[in-house]
């Protein structure tokens, strides 16, 4: 069974910073493409970030793009996001997603976990 739980969310002032992770487990973490989600209060879910199965290759939408990296360590089933220079729009209960390929880097994906919540006020 695919069990993706998140942690590392709270709560932070704008220009801060928070580093999020994801274990894994129930598959073979390494053969997966993985994505990272957001849903802010009251709108749909947003895809944030992806990363290539041997992490290579990543993806950032637009409003995140030089702010937050994503990563990944395969040895320990673990997809990681860093998040700088914090915005009080990034607000959102974060999920990370596995991908049903290697290679695909765009798409909410699936099996996500149950999220971490991340609030960036002063």
């Known amino acids: 069974e695919v069990r993706l739980v998140e942690s590392g969310g709270g709560l932070v002032q704008p220009g801060g910073s928070l580093r999020l992770s994801c274990a894994a487990s129930g598959f073979t973490f390494s053969n997966y493409a993985m994505s990272w989600v957001r849903q802010a209060p009251g709108k749909g879910l947003e895809w944030v970030s992806a990363?290539?199965?041997?992490?290579?290759?990543?993806n950032y939408v637009d409003s995140v793009k030089g702010r937050f990296t994503i990563s990944r360590d395969n040895a320990k089933n673990t997809l990681y996001l860093q998040m700088n220079s914090l915005l009080p729009e990034d607000t959102a209960v974060y999920y990370c997603a596995k991908y049903l390929t290697s290679g695909q880097l765009y798409g909410l994906g699936y099996n996500r976990g149950q999220g971490t919540q991340v609030t960036v006020s002063s």
């Open positions: 990363i290539s199965s041997g992490g290579s290759r990543t």
